[in-house]
């Protein structure tokens, strides 16, 4: 059997987007060359000699050299990092956006020190509610201006032991693609928390209001009309990996494979259907090899008879985060985690 060879999918070139092809997520580690790619506006061209993170914080404002970050502790993460317009092409009506797919996820390691780590000289007053983060990277925004990636954290998030500035993505120096030199990286958020090519740090005493926080990023008419949640935290969300969309099969048994994974608690069951969402059985389903990972499932599918089957997949949680049996809608596309429907047929 000749195996294809994988590639990203692209989807956008100016600026470029492309997603991960399915079957890379099989991998423990999503390879850079798969790894999907979400940007806004054209990759800025950063020369590593003069850069340096820019720290606003009052009279104590400072700045850190790449190398002077590189002497602080240091820790890798396994996180998946998942767009929150992951699935968006499969909402009904499909809302304005980057039409991704399912591909808008990367199961990838990072490698850097913990934010709270540059403030450790710092004390850092109780009136900052916030912190914001600059990405070097600017454009036109709705056709206007000169906008730059800006998005803040609450304070006790961008604290966390586990919010890092990572400069090395499964082990190599970020590509510039994925945020050359440093990026925040924030696991269990969707990944527009996770700011690229970050050239400012920022305390706030007022929460941020701006375009990719307020505008952008928010669940727009979802819980009803005239309501809007800001993006947060990774839905439980279940993928079918295995067998791929189309694929003919012979008839007997089939192996189904495929991830689940969640950024608002553990999660408990995966089950698969073959009938498109009628009945529903239980799949084997694998420890998570880290934290802030995925779950891998598998299932035997003992398919008999010649046809065209449905399947699809559901994952539950134990902290009110199981997966919604049918998709939610919103204005903007985010957060479909409805489940993940695949058409084969049986010969
Ligand atoms: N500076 C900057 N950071 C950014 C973005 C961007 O356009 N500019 N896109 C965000 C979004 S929406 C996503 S999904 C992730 C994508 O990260 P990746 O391209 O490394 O997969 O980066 C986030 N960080
Ligand atoms: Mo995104």
Known sequence: MTKKKLSLIPLSENPYNAETPLSAL???????????VRNHFDVPTIDKSEWSLEVAAGTNSFSISLT???????????IVLECAGNGRKSMNPVPEGTAWEYGAISIVEFTGT???????????SKFIVEVGFHGADRGKVNGKGNESFIRS???DVALDSNTILAWEMNGQALTP????????????WYAMASIKWLEK???LTEPYKGYFQYDDYVYVDEQGPNQSDPVRHIRTRSLIISPS??????????????????GEGPLTQVEVSVDGGRIWSEADLEPKKSQYGVYHWSYTWQADEQGEYTLATRAKGSAGNSQPSIQIWNRKGYGNNGPHEVVVTVT
């Not at 913990?114 to 850092?124: G, P, Q, V, Y």
């Open 245 to 262: 969309e189309g694929q003919a099969l012979n008839k007997g048994e089939v192996k189904m494979a495929g991830i689940a994974w969640s």
């Open 114 to 124: 913990a934010l709270r780590n540059i403030f450790s000289d710092l004390e850092i």
């Open 177 to 188: 693609d994925h945020g050359f030199p440093l990026r925040l990286v924030v696991p269990n």
């Open 26 to 36: 099989r991998y423990d580690l999503t390879p850079i060359n798969l790894a999907y």
């Open 68 to 78: 002077e970050l590189q002497m602080l502790p240091t820790q890798t993460l396994t």
């Open 201 to 203: 740090v920022e305390l």
């Open 153 to 155: 954290l609450p304070i």
